[in-house]
């Protein structure tokens, strides 16, 4: 049972190139996530999709688009990179996102992090 | 300040001890959540609790949710659990299952 799985685990790039950061779950999951971890920063959302064909901003969205391609799927696109988001990005997903129903539902399952590097 | 703070931020520990991390908040929460995240990079959920106490093993998690905290307890600690600890809280009137978290408390255990 893969889980959450995440590619690349690590990436150079230079600024002002894009990649796509890719997150599959097999876990049949409504709600995906896509965080940063930054040193002293802790975890910090980008954007999530709690259902299928739908995305919004987390606290961090500058610089990134996101697409739900499908239920299992949810990409991280990074336009234009620069050195600020040198950073480790996990995917996180989770059966059920809605607040105060279910929580327990709530418990998010992470991929292995990319590891990014702009330089 | 932080809505989600936790102490102490590093620990060192001798093998065998009992340990003790604390994690305060200040929103209105529907859950709190303890993951680990191990030197490898890998995060993993521990728990996760609305009240009261919940055990797995050698790890034991509190809330008291009048005092918006809650402690993560390492018992007979050992070097594999070195890790950093996070918690986590699901805020009450978040859409979406979001998770605010803390910075995490980086454990150490000696041998």
């Known amino acids: 049972n893969a889980g959450v799985t995440q590619t690349p685990k690590f990436q150079v790039l230079k600024t002002g190139q894009s990649m796509t950061l890719q997150c599959a779950q097999d876990?049949?999951?409504?709600?995906m996530y896509w965080y940063r971890q930054d040193p002293g920063m802790g975890l910090r959302l980008i954007y999530y999709?709690?259902?299928?064909?739908?995305?919004d901003k987390g606290e961090v969205p500058n610089g990134y688009n996101v697409s739900r391609l499908n239920k299992r799927e949810f990409s991280l696109r990074l336009e234009s990179a620069a050195p600020s988001q040198t950073s480790v990005y996990f995917c996180?997903?989770?059966?059920?996102?809605?607040?105060?129903?279910?929580?327990?539902?709530?418990?998010?399952?992470f991929g292995a992090g990319t590891r990014l590097s702009v330089l | 300040k932080n809505e989600v703070e936790q102490s102490p931020q590093n620990l060192t520990a001798q093998e065998g001890e009992f340990i003790t991390i604390n994690c305060s908040y200040s929103?209105?929460?529907?859950?709190l959540h303890w993951l680990q995240q191990h030197p490898g990079g890998g995060i993993v959920s521990l728990f996760m609790?609305?009240?009261g106490k919940k055990k797995h093993g050698r790890l034991i998690a509190t809330i008291n949710i009048q005092e918006k905290h809650s402690s993560l307890h390492i018992t007979a600690s050992h070097p594999r659990d070195s890790a950093v600890y996070i918690c986590?809280?699901?805020?009450?009137?978040?859409?979406?299952?979001?998770?605010?978290f803390g910075q995490g408390t980086e454990l150490s255990v000696k041998p």
């Open positions: 609790l609305s009240s």
């Open positions: 996180a997903s989770s059966e059920r996102g809605l607040h105060g129903l279910n929580f327990a539902k709530n418990i998010q399952y």
């Open positions: 929103v209105g929460i529907s859950a």
């Open positions: 986590a809280v699901t805020s009450y009137y978040n859409q979406g299952g979001k998770l605010i």
């Open positions: 876990m049949n999951h409504n709600s």
């Open positions: 999709s709690a259902s299928e064909g739908t995305t």
